[in-house]
């Protein structure tokens, strides 16, 4: 059994939340190459935004303390690095001072999966800045569960079977609250809770073929953790494809939507997720959201070199309309759905500006209409 492992950090960035140093990286890339020497059968450092992200291939399963560890350690050689160079944000995702067993909770964003390698095994990995977890949401729903995206639920015996889509309340912090939906049956259903993207989030879909998982997202919410806004959730997704399940062009499609997620400055707003080139920084109002996707193929625990599938002229169109989108929404400013909502604000000077005026607020007797005679 070969597991992948996808663990997430921002550790420090150039010019503000725009993208880490050079240096930066190298530190990172040199640590987790020290996991090769027994622990690790490969790996694979890449960045979006001002997020880096270190994809690892080993035998010791989903959560195991040592491969985690060794992602915390190489965050932490990071930061000791941007520290050093005085970059922004130094440390920024790692919210507690000692590692305790698993990164899970303690700011790192992971997406893991046991899998037990077919002949050929292609897979993507996502990385998206200034976002939600949820933001994965309308993507993996149009591509397992929507013909319309996906020709293969018509086309494929084992696609038409359908998948296992399970999705987690992350507003709860009790524990993992999750509830499994199969489609098509339960479409509807699904598609009534994956409306709330900064509530009920895709946390692993599964093939109801042959039961093998297809896809694994992280769900970490730092101001949960934290309990105060520390950075955007920037969530990482590993895919399988092809087969049994979606093809890559598939999975890719639904990002040319460059739907509306929250996220953006301050992680406050709202914007499109622009589906970008693999390295790309953030600039415009701290944005926008932005996806960057690589594929591999594993064998025997090695990775392929990785391509970057947003690299195409075809995603050059998406990016325009995508800025457009962004423009025009943020015209809008602070009003409506521009802004997310009370409940979601990730900065406390609103909250504290309405508490303030909540005292100002005095209670009129309303007007009463006379009703008609004879009522």
Same mark, same amino acid.
């Given at each position: ?24 990286? @190298? ?146 912090? @009790? ?86 997620? *929250? ?11 622009? $589906? ?51 423009? @025009? ?6 009003? *409506? ?11 406390? *000077? ?14 009129? $007797? ?10």
């Amino acid at each position: 059994m070969t597991t992948l492992s996808i663990i997430k950090a921002d550790v420090g960035s150039i010019g503000g939340h725009v993208a880490p140093s050079k240096k930066l990286l @190298e530190t990172v890339n040199r640590f987790v190459a020290q996991g090769l020497d027994g622990l690790l059968t490969d790996y694979f450092v890449g960045a979006t935004g001002d997020d880096i992200a270190i994809l690892m291939a080993h035998n010791k399963g989903v959560g195991d303390e040592e491969i985690h560890r060794l992602a915390w350690d190489a965050f932490k050689a990071g930061t000791m690095t941007a520290q050093q160079q005085g970059l922004y944000g130094a440390g920024q995702d790692l919210l507690v001072d000692s590692f305790s067993g698993n990164v899970k909770g303690m700011g790192p964003a992971v997406a893991e999966m046991e899998i037990d390698e077919r002949p050929n095994e292609p897979f993507l990995m996502f990385l998206a800045d200034k976002t939600e977890p949820g933001a994965y949401n309308l993507p993996l729903y149009l591509a397992f569960a929507d013909p319309m995206n996906t020709g293969g639920l018509l086309l494929s015996p084992e696609l038409t079977k359908g998948f296992r889509f399970r999705v987690q309340d992350v507003n709860y912090t @009790e524990g993992d609250r999750i509830i499994d939906l199969t489609t098509p049956e339960d479409m509807y259903d699904l598609a009534a809770l994956l409306r709330d993207n900064d509530r009920y989030v895709v946390e692993s879909v599964y093939s109801r073929h042959d039961g093998d998982q297809a896809a694994a997202v992280s769900t970490q919410r730092l101001h949960n953790i934290a309990g105060k806004y520390t950075g955007k959730d920037d969530p990482v997704m590993l895919v399988r494809v092809q087969k049994h399940f979606p093809a890559t062009g598939e999975i890719l499609a639904p990002f040319s939507v460059a739907h509306y997620v *929250g996220g953006f400055m301050r992680g406050s707003h709202i914007g499109p997720l622009m $589906p970008v080139k693999c390295g790309t920084g953030c600039s415009y109002f701290d944005g926008p959201p932005i996806v960057s996707c690589w594929g591999f193929c594993v064998h025997n625990g090695r990775l392929t070199e990785p391509m970057d599938l947003f690299d195409h002229p075809f995603w050059d169109t998406v990016r325009a309309r995508a800025a457009e989108k962004a423009m @025009e929404i943020r015209r809008q400013g602070f009003s *409506g759905p521009a802004m997310l909502p009370y409940s979601e604000l990730e900065y406390g *000077g609103i909250v504290r500006i309405l508490e303030r005026l909540d005292g100002r607020f005095t209670v009129r $007797p309303s007007a009463r209409v006379a009703e008609p005679a004879g009522v």
